[in-house]
């Protein structure tokens, strides 16, 4: 039987990156074009740099590609090994220090002095916020960061009930001195904790060894109706446009429990 070291994955940002870095370009793509689809930002006399806020900012792949497309991106994490990993890809990249700004900070705990025409968080990050009040505030935080119509677009999955299977997704990634197997199961989640817990195993290849890395979380479940009494409790944002994980803009979904996979716009009253 394998053996399996207990490694929280966001002190291996390489391999994380490894394993979500290929939709990078057509989500910022996806970004962008909300943005010029659903914002309502009023010109600025004397400014005219676009800012992206990024909580959760991870190993910086969204970073790195929103940088060199001449935004200037802030980004925060509450993982050290993410951030500096994110710094070195940005270095890396040749990206001007004035285009990105990191530093840690927790979702439902930051601020900043700059005021942003778009944010995003798009991998169920939002789901580590294990309280109604935590995801709450993070959400009230993100809509003072926003100018006025200005959007925030937060994707994440949400939970059926009923469902009582285990779920299992696979991704495999390669690098030029490394491959990295991905394996994320879930359990059925608990209506009545409104938890469900998940694990990551990576295994990975490399300099002709073999680590078998696991990590173990609890996220915080939503059906549609919790995710609608949700934002109505948060007037600041408006719910503007609903999409699926293929980051289509031209095929809107609706807002039910007939797709599990949710990408939500909001917008900045």
Do not use: N
Request: hydrophobic share 40%; charged share 30%; proline share 3%.
């Amino acid at each position: 039987m394998a053996t399996w070291q207990t490694l929280d994955w966001y002190d291996a940002p390489k391999y994380y990156d490894a394993v979500f870095d290929e939709g990078t370009a057509h989500e910022a793509d996806f970004l962008e074009a909300a943005l010029e689809r659903f914002g309502r930002v009023e010109p600025t006399r004397g400014r005219r740099v676009r800012r992206v806020l990024e909580p959760a900012c991870g190993s910086g792949r969204l970073v790195v590609e929103m940088a060199r497309r001449d935004w200037r991106v802030h980004g925060f994490d509450l993982s050290q090994p993410m951030l500096d990993h994110a710094r070195g890809e940005l270095v890396a990249a040749g990206v001007p220090t004035r285009r990105a700004h990191l530093w840690a900070a927790a979702m439902q705990d930051f601020e900043s002095s700059e005021r942003f025409e778009l944010a995003h968080c798009l991998v169920s990050t939002f789901k580590y916020l294990l309280t109604e009040a935590d995801a709450r505030r993070h959400l009230e935080l993100v809509a003072e960061h926003l100018v006025p119509g200005g959007i925030y677009v937060l994707g994440f999955h949400l939970t059926d009930y009923d469902d009582t299977k285990k779920s299992r997704e696979r991704w495999v990634a390669a690098r030029d001195d490394f491959e990295v197997t991905c394996t994320i199961q879930g359990w059925p989640a608990e209506r009545r904790t409104r938890t469900e817990q998940v694990r990551s195993r990576l295994v990975v290849e490399e300099g002709g060894t073999t680590r078998r890395l696991e990590t173990v979380w609890d996220f915080r479940t939503y059906d549609a109706a919790q995710v609608k009494r949700l934002l109505r409790s948060v007037p600041a944002l408006e719910l503007v446009a609903t999409y699926d994980m293929t980051f289509d803009l031209d095929d809107p979904r609706k807002l039910d429990d007939e797709q599990l996979d949710l990408v939500l716009v909001l917008r900045r009253r």
